[in-house]
């Protein structure tokens, strides 16, 4: 029953507002929001989705397929679409990988709904449908033939599933990217597993070069280079300040009357002397490394190259907050000698060269480095942005395989091989929900038949000859294959294309999810938006 609002006498809301109710205002108008946001990243599907340029409200430019950052950037307003958009940030947050999944499944079980709509179902009948398929659909997944990565991890069984979430990225260069990660994750793997954290493993991005000279370094790499003479030291006691190191300047601002040239001369005497003690302190403490949190004053400069202190200017808070993790120390917000449990330690710290750019390398030796950094070298700004989205997500696949190390057959092949289940599931089902089983079933179709018309494949032959493989044995192994002139199926599990059975899962429930919020809505009711309404013009006073 729709909500009647009375057309004259006085109103419930205030003015301004809009009111839309009903299937046709509300519910399908929703669905078409939708269908628009899923277009926009569907062409980004795969190892053949195109790229898109974003600019957004600053003016920067992002060129991605990842569908995470396209519609973070794109910054939706419409509440239907901005609900699909937060279920796949929630599947970005939690797995890193299948976002544009999650977008596509729930944008097309909206697309199915509307036909089942326009025939005359009721929202609730088929909300219905989809939540008994969605639970056929986990109960098949746990059924299908996976496959569990062996452990202890090493760089080949984990580089093996992380290639099918890099090529969806960086098609052409997974092999390395994969081996790059793999690396660097069990780099700073620790003793037990399941404590492994994503923010040990850094990116530095260098311009120049080609994407094979990336290479990972055991240690956390700073890009710049040490502000002092001093490059390079051993064994070296750590002090961390987040300040600024530099003459204390005076919280007001004064006029200082000087009346002799001596008076001038001893001006800042005092200031010097009081900074030239406080680096003497932390040279006593044995400090021979500082961090400095902001600006190093040429004074101070002059004092730490006195004293042999090597220096390095670290800007960002989080580069910051990881340096002290490395070498465990604790960030002083006042300048003084650090006390014994305040002070880090790093094995080596030195400058090291890396394509014309210096960096700076804090390392342990190799059996206790708590970070690993992957230096990635390419020719744009850009580039690099975007191969560095690939490999963070490539480092979250990580955190879920530790989590659940099941993966099963990609490509598509295990999308059309649970369509095949659950559709058979709607045919044995009674009374109306079946409608929407059979269509969710359809809905799974988008995720092969996306990959084939991304790879400019003819889909509908395709799907059906993916269709005549799944039924002809259950292995249900055959997916598409993005890179064949014919036919265009290939055996995922034998070219070693593999999902990861977790990301799958929590995709199917996020999509579902968002596409049943979307269907509960029947009305959509808009208050007038705030404002100040511009003054009233008042008449010309000589009229009066």
């Given at each position: 029953m729709?909500?009647?609002v009375p057309?004259?006498?006085?109103?419930?809301f205030k003015?301004?507002?809009?009111f839309?109710?009903?299937?046709?205002d509300a519910?399908?108008?929703n669905?078409?929001?939708?269908?628009q946001?899923?277009?926009?990243v569907r062409t980004?599907f795969?190892?053949?989705?195109?790229?898109k340029m974003?600019?957004?409200?600053?003016?920067?430019l992002?060129?991605?397929n990842?569908?995470a950052?396209?519609l973070?950037e794109?910054?939706?307003?419409?509440?239907?679409?901005?609900?699909l958009?937060m279920?796949?940030q929630?599947?970005e947050?939690?797995?890193?990988?299948?976002t544009?999944?999650v977008?596509m499944?729930a944008g097309?079980?909206?697309k199915?709904?509307?036909?089942?709509?326009?025939?005359?179902?009721?929202?609730?009948?088929i909300?219905?449908?989809?939540?008994?398929?969605r639970?056929k659909?986990?109960?098949?997944?746990?059924?299908l033939?996976?496959?569990?990565?062996?452990t202890?991890?090493?760089?080949?069984?984990?580089?093996?599933p992380?290639?099918?979430?890099?090529?969806a990225k960086?098609y052409?260069?997974e092999?390395?990217l994969?081996?790059?990660?793999?690396e660097?994750?069990?780099?700073?793997m620790p003793?037990?597993?399941?404590d492994f954290n994503?923010d040990?493993?850094?990116?530095?991005?260098i311009?120049?070069g080609s994407?094979?000279?990336?290479r990972?370094?055991r240690?956390m790499?700073l890009?710049r280079e040490?502000?002092?003479?001093?490059k390079?030291?051993?064994?070296?006691?750590?002090a961390?300040?987040?300040?600024?190191?530099?003459?204390?300047?005076t919280e007001?601002?004064?006029?200082?009357?000087l009346k002799?040239?001596d008076?001038?001369l001893?001006?800042?005497t005092?200031?010097?002397k009081?900074?030239e003690?406080?680096?003497k302190?932390?040279?006593?403490a044995?400090?021979?490394?500082?961090?400095?949190?902001?600006?190093?004053?040429e004074?101070?400069?002059?004092y730490?190259?006195r004293y042999g202190?090597l220096?390095v200017?670290?800007?960002?808070?989080f580069d910051l907050?990881?340096?002290?993790?490395v070498?465990g120390a604790?960030p002083?917000?006042?300048l003084?000698a650090?006390?014994?449990?305040e002070?880090?330690?790093?094995?080596?710290?030195?400058?090291v060269e890396i394509?014309?750019?210096?960096?700076?390398?804090?390392?342990?030796e190799?059996?206790?480095?708590?970070?690993a950094?992957?230096?990635?070298?390419?020719?744009?700004?850009?580039r690099l942005?975007?191969?560095e989205?690939?490999?963070?997500?490539g480092v979250?696949?990580?955190k879920?395989i530790?989590?659940?190390?099941?993966?099963?057959?990609?490509?598509?092949a295990t999308?059309v091989?649970?369509?095949?289940?659950i559709?058979?599931?709607?045919?044995?089902t009674?009374?109306?929900?079946q409608?929407?089983?059979?269509?969710?079933?359809?809905?799974?179709?988008v995720v092969?038949?996306t990959l084939?018309e991304?790879?400019?494949?003819d889909a509908?032959?395709?799907m059906?000859?993916?269709?005549?493989?799944?039924?002809?044995n259950?292995?249900?192994?055959a997916?598409?294959?993005?890179?064949?002139?014919?036919?265009g199926?290939?055996?995922?599990?034998?070219?070693?294309i593999?999902d990861?059975y977790e990301?799958?899962l929590w995709a199917?429930r996020?999509g579902?999810e968002?596409?049943?919020s979307?269907?509960r809505?029947?009305?959509?009711?808009?208050?007038k938006?705030?404002?100040?309404a511009?003054p009233?013009q008042?008449?010309?006073?000589d009229?009066?």
């Open positions: 729709a909500l009647k057309k004259s006498g006085p109103s419930i003015d301004g507002y809009s839309q109710s009903g299937i046709e519910v399908i108008r669905i078409q929001a939708v269908a946001i899923t277009e926009i980004s795969g190892p053949n989705g195109r790229n974003v600019i957004n409200h600053l003016d920067r992002f060129v991605t990842d569908a950052t396209i973070r794109l910054e939706v307003v419409h509440p239907a679409a901005k609900v958009v279920a796949s929630q599947q947050a939690e797995m890193g990988d299948r544009n999944f977008l499944f097309e079980l909206l199915k709904a509307e036909a089942l709509l326009t025939m005359g179902l009721h929202p609730s009948e909300i219905a449908g989809y939540e008994l398929a639970d659909a986990e109960e098949e997944l746990k059924n033939k996976s496959r569990t990565i062996p202890p991890l090493t760089v080949e069984s984990l580089a093996l992380l290639r099918s979430v890099l090529a960086q052409g260069h092999d390395l994969a081996k790059l990660v793999a660097a994750s069990l780099a700073v003793s037990k597993s399941s994503v040990n493993v850094r990116v530095v991005k311009m120049g994407l094979e000279k990336s990972v370094v240690g790499v890009g040490p502000e002092g003479t001093l390079k030291a051993t064994n070296a006691k750590v961390v300040y987040t300040s600024g190191i530099d003459v204390a300047q007001t601002k004064g006029t200082v009357l002799n040239a008076e001038l001893n001006f800042s005092g200031e010097e009081h900074l003690k406080v680096i302190e932390i040279a006593d044995n400090v021979n490394v500082v961090i400095a949190g902001a600006a190093v004053g004074l101070a400069q002059h730490l190259n202190i220096v200017k670290v800007m960002s808070k907050r990881r340096l002290c993790r070498v604790t002083l917000a006042r003084g650090p006390t014994a449990e002070a880090g330690h790093a094995d080596i710290v030195e400058t394509g014309g750019d210096r960096v700076t390398v804090f390392r342990q190799q059996d206790k480095t708590r970070t950094t992957i230096v990635l070298r390419g020719a744009t700004a850009n942005d975007d191969v989205r690939a490999v963070d997500d979250n696949v990580v879920s530790i989590r659940d190390p099941r993966i099963l057959p990609g490509a598509g999308e091989e649970l369509a095949k289940r559709a058979e599931f709607g045919e044995r009674p009374g109306l929900s409608h929407g089983i059979k269509r969710f079933a359809e809905a799974l179709e092969p038949r084939a991304n790879a400019g494949l509908t032959e395709v059906s000859a993916l269709y005549a493989q799944h039924h002809a259950d292995e249900g192994t997916g598409v294959d993005v890179e064949s002139e014919s036919g199926v290939v055996d995922a599990a034998k070219a070693g593999f990861l990301s799958t199917i996020y579902t968002a596409a049943i979307v269907l809505v029947d009305s959509i009711i808009m208050s938006a705030a404002g100040i511009p009233k008042q008449g010309h006073w009229d009066d």
